[in-house]
T-cell receptor, first 114, second 115 residues
């Protein structure tokens, strides 16, 4: 069974540009989560989808971040316009239906904003 | 504000010894706890999950949970050099209405197993 996949693995963009990150969860997993790790800090929760519905986006830093999960399959996270402080590793995780389920993480996308 | 605290280390343990990793959490309603292992530049990999007070054993790993003290630990027996990694403690709770939020992570403990 394929794990969580993310694309791209690494992205370098200039301040003010737009970047879109993609996450493909494990097949059949209704829950999809986005997290971010900024250098020197802990992994922080950004938002949670159940199928195509956003359940909780309390961790989203600001309105420059837009997450979507059309059709309840893969998800995208767009940053527009990117700022220097957006640099970090963005992880996606998925879990089966139900609360408290184990989350399986993807390899992450390392975003560098210059 | 939910917080999970871990000693960042590094924690150095000789090969074959027991490595003991500790974690405390601030939110009394946290209900599920997880230990993830992360190698440098890789994704977090689940090692153990624990939901009830007491011990849970899986191979060389034992997770311990004490909800009264808000304390979670991970013991690694017969430590191997391949166990050298950063170990992340994470807590998860869901609301009485059935909703849930994401995991709250600690910063991780860097473990070094010395051959």
């Amino acid at each position: 069974e394929a794990g969580v996949t993310q694309f791209p693995s690494h992205s370098v963009i200039e301040k003010g540009q737009t970047v879109t990150l993609r996450c493909d969860p494990i097949s059949g997993h209704d829950n999809l989560y986005w997290y971010r790790r900024v250098m020197g800090k802990e992994i922080k929760f950004l938002l949670h989808f159940v199928k195509e519905s956003k359940q909780d986006e309390s961790g989203m830093p600001n309105n420059r971040f837009l997450a979507e999960r059309t059709g309840g399959t893969y998800s995208t996270l767009k940053v527009q316009p990117a700022e220097l402080e957006d640099s970090g590793v963005y992880f996606c995780a998925s879990s089966q239906e139900g609360s408290g389920r184990v989350q399986y993480f993807g390899p992450g996308t390392r975003l560098t904003v210059t | 504000q939910k917080e999970v605290e871990q000693n960042s280390g590094p924690l150095s343990v000789p090969e074959g010894a027991i490595a003991s990793l500790n974690c405390t959490y601030s939110d009394r309603v946290s209900q599920s706890f997880f230990w993830y292992r992360q190698y440098s530049g890789k994704s977090p990999e689940l090692i153990m999950s624990i939901y009830s007070n007491g011990d849970k054993e899986d191979g060389r790993f034992t997770a311990q949970l004490n909800k009264a003290s808000q304390y979670v630990s991970l013991l690694i027996r017969d430590s191997q050099p391949s166990d050298s990694a950063t170990y992340l403690c994470a807590a998860y709770h869901w609301y009485s209405g059935g909703g849930a939020d994401g995991l709250t992570f600690g910063k991780g403990t860097h473990l070094i197993i010395q051959p």
